[in-house]
């Protein structure tokens, strides 16, 4: 299967209405071409649900990531570069307005694949007074073996480029702290990233994310959450060692400086 037909399939896995992880134009999708220099991602105004191939533009990795350094953060701006970043002179499609955050997390070691959704039981806590809070602790040892250590928490931030270069800051705050990077990104009153090697583990980060959450809010009913005890996390959780930790840092400056 081409990396375009396994696009489709996760947009559909994702979309699909009984998932309620997205309805009507909600959410996007995205992948690193064959050629690793150019992605492909959900062009505006098509939806996860029924989506095809050509419901997707094929987009410039560098373009996109010189214009998430350097465009300024106003709508002609932002539309000049989304245009300016599309492969095929003759694309009439424009890409999501969340291109640029599609474009630096494929940019990221080893991520392939990225998957954005709303859903319903995720939202419902990111919507609440006391998310951030509530997603301190881990809860059951197979959402740190799917999940990893901790979510990337993001606060509220307009879409688009101020989005994408919130959430770039916010990513690299959690590797210097983790040494490894997020498998589930949390945005405050918006939605869920998940950004991975493979559409497999795409569905399962958003799967068991969704899980996590419905456990969550069911702890509220219950005297709230009873987080597992950090020797009992740090058991189940495999740390990445410094070498590791050094290498991903190094590979993430030399992404930036090729575009500084
Ligand atoms: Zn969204």
């Given at each position: 299967?081409?990396?375009?037909?396994?696009?489709?399939?996760?947009?559909?896995?994702l979309g699909?209405?009984?998932r309620?992880?997205?309805?009507?134009?909600?959410?996007?999708?995205?992948?690193?071409?064959e050629?690793g220099?150019s992605?492909?991602?959900?062009?505006s105004?098509?939806?996860?649900m029924?989506i095809?191939?050509?419901?997707?533009v094929?987009v410039d990795?560098?373009?996109?990531?010189?214009?998430?350094?350097?465009?300024e953060e106003?709508?002609?701006?932002?539309?000049?570069a989304?245009e300016?970043?599309?492969?095929?002179?003759?694309?009439?499609k424009?890409?999501?307005?969340e291109t640029?955050?599609?474009?630096?997390?494929?940019?990221?070691?080893?991520?392939?694949?990225?998957?954005?959704?709303?859903?319903?039981?995720?939202?419902a806590?990111?919507?609440?007074?006391?998310?951030?809070?509530?997603i301190?602790?881990?809860?059951?040892?197979d959402?740190?073996?799917?999940?990893?250590i901790?979510?990337?928490?993001?606060?509220?931030?307009?879409p688009?480029?101020?989005?994408?270069?919130?959430?770039?800051?916010?990513?690299?705050g959690?590797?210097r702290?983790?040494?490894?990077?997020?498998?589930?990104?949390?945005?405050?009153?918006?939605?869920?990233?998940?950004?991975?090697?493979t559409p497999?583990?795409?569905i399962?980060?958003?799967?068991?994310?969704?899980?996590t959450?419905?456990i969550?809010?069911?702890?509220?009913?219950?005297?709230?959450?009873?987080?597992?005890?950090?020797?009992?996390v740090?058991?189940i959780?495999?740390?990445?060692?410094?070498a590791?930790?050094q290498?991903i840092?190094?590979?993430m400056?030399?992404?930036?400086?090729?575009?500084?």
């Open positions: 299967m081409t990396i375009l037909q396994q696009l489709v399939e996760l947009s559909h896995w699909a209405e009984h309620e992880l997205a309805i009507l134009g909600e959410g996007n999708t995205s992948a690193l071409a050629d220099k992605f492909y991602v959900k062009a105004g098509t939806r996860l029924d095809e191939e050509d419901g997707f094929r990795l560098q373009k996109t990531l010189h214009a998430l350094e350097h465009a106003n709508d002609e701006a932002t539309r000049a989304l300016a970043g599309r492969v095929d002179p003759n694309e009439k424009m890409p999501s307005v640029f955050l599609h474009a630096y997390l494929l940019s990221l070691p080893g991520i392939r694949f990225v998957g954005h959704t709303h859903p319903v039981a995720v939202n806590l990111l919507c609440s007074r006391q998310a951030e809070e509530l301190a602790g881990r809860l059951f040892p959402e740190i073996v799917v999940c990893g901790a979510p990337l928490w993001v606060p509220y931030t307009d688009g480029l101020p989005l994408a270069r919130e959430l770039r800051r916010r990513v690299e959690y590797v702290q983790y040494g490894v990077l997020p498998k589930v990104i949390l945005m405050q009153n918006h939605g869920l990233i998940t950004p991975a090697e497999q583990k795409v399962a980060a958003t799967a068991m994310t969704v899980k959450v419905k969550l809010l069911g702890t509220m009913a219950a005297g709230g959450p009873n987080f597992l005890a950090p020797h009992h740090e058991r959780y495999t740390r990445p060692d410094e590791y930790r290498q840092i190094a590979q400056q030399a992404a930036r400086e090729s575009v500084a």
